[in-house]
């Protein structure tokens, strides 16, 4: 079993910055390709950025440039830094852990863009 936690979300305006944490419980963390997906209002989740057990990350056009997933394994914690933020990136960020075929999600943090 995996359970996810996130954090660090909050409001913040446009152009600015924050950095979302995920901390991960169980064992093999290392093991687990990460993921950090988010769902806006009225819209379907969707995948942000991507890091897998060797650290190759991988992003959505739409953060390319502004997000950065990072992980470090011994404290069982992924990590998204997100900068230079748009109204549009209002969203719920969900964490994602994937692990020989199955999915684990945390609840969520929210991340409000506004001026």
């Known amino acids: 079993q995996v359970q996810l936690v996130e954090s660090g979300g909050g409001l913040v305006q446009p152009g600015g910055s924050l950095r979302l944490s995920c901390a991960a419980s169980g064992s093999f963390f290392s093991a687990n390709v990460m993921n950090w997906y988010r769902q806006a209002p009225g819209q379907q989740r969707t995948l942000v950025a991507t890091i897998r057990t060797d650290g190759v990350a991988s992003y959505a056009d739409s953060v390319q440039g502004r997000f950065t997933i990072s992980r470090d394994n011994a404290k069982k914690t992924v990590y998204l830094q997100v900068t230079g933020l748009k109204l549009e990136d209002t969203a719920v960020y969900y964490c994602?852990?994937?692990?020989?075929?199955?999915?684990?999600w945390g609840k969520g943090t929210l991340v409000t863009v506004s001026s």
């Open positions: 994602n852990a994937v692990r020989a075929g199955v999915t684990y």
